[in-house]
């Protein structure tokens, strides 16, 4: 967990209400704003400060007033089973639509054991552990993934053709946090490289790609490289096959497949935002699946042995040199150990862009120490 040098620490409670106050000042309705804050907010939380209020501005207010994002989500159920439901979200809110759907993944898992839905004409959903980490505080496995506008190239190849490709999974446990794995299907993804580029670093090599397949690791240059085309992103395992790179553009294109074609979507450069040269919408899918535990075991059951797992792992003979083994969701539970009484952490970059939403929408109740 890197803090940039002159960051300033905001309360969690102060934060999320100016981010509900932005996107009410853009068009958002106050209820569906109040869930985009919580969103974000808890990515923030967590650690994952990626995907939190550094990308308020740029992911959703921005596209907004681009007009290519609604703020005022029309959530509509286009066929349902006792099971299963397909949703257009109509490039609403895709906070607001996800959450929604995973609710119904929820109550379907409830009464019949499983519960799936697939949405189409979404929008950019925030950290796909939330949705998953819905289900597990539901005494569920939560499974979700989603696509996103092309940028990760296919093994062999160095054209952006796939998203990042979320495959997030949550699971119960009896320790004091549960088992979360929220990670893209590329070896990095793009808000990191945003997170890299405010900091003025350099990526690590093996991350990203140009057209002649070298490696590049200018973060600023990248960003402006993968809306161009010119650059794209490295599968989760890294080039070509002898690291098994083959491996991570399987499961990014498992993801593709699954928040596609269930629902009749789009997918991969029908995601590219943009159309006879002109911003359009990013039209996402996504899926959200259930599963009631207490339908094959006693929940009790399941989180003890899921616990024993896990702390078996942590326990394992460690690397020389190592201080410690983790499991997944560990370190994003020391990370709200930790912050819960600091807040948010905010880089010069993105209080400016606080400033300037703040100043532009005259929120000027908000006093902040920067």
């Avoid at 869930?35 to 808890?42: H, K, M, T």
């Avoid at 990248?222 to 794209?232: P, W």
């Avoid at 339908?295 to 003979?317: D, H, M, Q, W």
């Avoid at 040199?321 to 994003?332: D, M």
Wanted: charged letters at 25%; hydrophobic letters at 40%; glycine letters at 10%.
């Amino acid at each position: 967990m890197e803090i940039e040098k002159g960051s300033k620490w905001i309360k969690f409670d102060t934060m999320e209400r100016f981010m509900a106050d932005v996107l009410k000042g853009v068009g958002v309705p106050s209820k569906d704003a109040a869930v985009c804050a919580d969103v974000l907010i808890a990515a923030d939380k967590l650690g994952i400060d990626s995907h939190g209020i550094s990308r308020l501005k740029t992911i959703y207010y921005d596209r907004i007033k681009q007009g290519i994002q609604f703020p005022k989500t029309k959530f509509e159920i286009l066929r349902q089973t006792p099971t299963t439901a397909v949703i257009d979200g109509h490039n609403g809110m895709g906070h607001v639509i996800a959450k929604r759907a995973m609710e119904i993944a929820i109550r379907k898992a409830k009464k019949y054991g499983l519960g799936m839905t697939a949405v189409r004409n979404s929008t950019h959903y925030g950290i796909a552990g939330y949705y998953a980490l819905m289900a597990s505080e539901a005494g569920m496995i939560g499974i979700t993934g989603t696509n996103a506008r092309p940028s990760v190239a296919p093994t062999f190849g160095t054209e952006n053709m796939l998203g990042t490709n979320a495959l997030t999974f949550g699971m119960p446990t009896d320790e004091k946090f549960p088992f979360l794995l929220d990670c893209a299907t590329s070896t990095t993804q793009r808000g990191k490289i945003e997170v890299y580029a405010k900091l003025g670093k350099e990526m690590p090599k093996g991350w990203v790609i140009n057209h002649k397949g070298e490696d590049r690791t200018d973060s600023l240059s990248v960003l402006k490289e993968l809306v161009a085309g010119t650059a794209a992103l490295v599968p989760l395992g890294g080039v070509g096959e002898e690291l098994s790179g083959y491996k991570g553009y399987g499961y990014s294109t498992v993801v593709e497949i699954l928040s596609a074609a269930l629902q009749q979507g789009a997918y991969m450069k029908m995601l590219l935002g943009v159309k006879d040269g002109k911003k359009v919408p990013y039209p996402l899918g996504h899926f959200f699946l259930a599963i009631n535990i207490e339908a094959f075991t006693p929940l009790r059951s399941f989180k003890k042995i899921a616990g024993n797992i896990l702390r078996e792992l942590r326990a394992s003979k460690k690397m020389p040199g190592a201080r410690r083994i983790y499991t997944a969701g560990e370190k994003e539970h020391l990370n709200w150990l930790y912050r819960k009484t600091k807040g948010v952490p905010l880089n010069k970059e993105t209080q400016c862009e606080i400033i300037a939403m703040r100043d532009e929408l005259k929120l000027n109740k908000y006093k902040f120490n920067f």
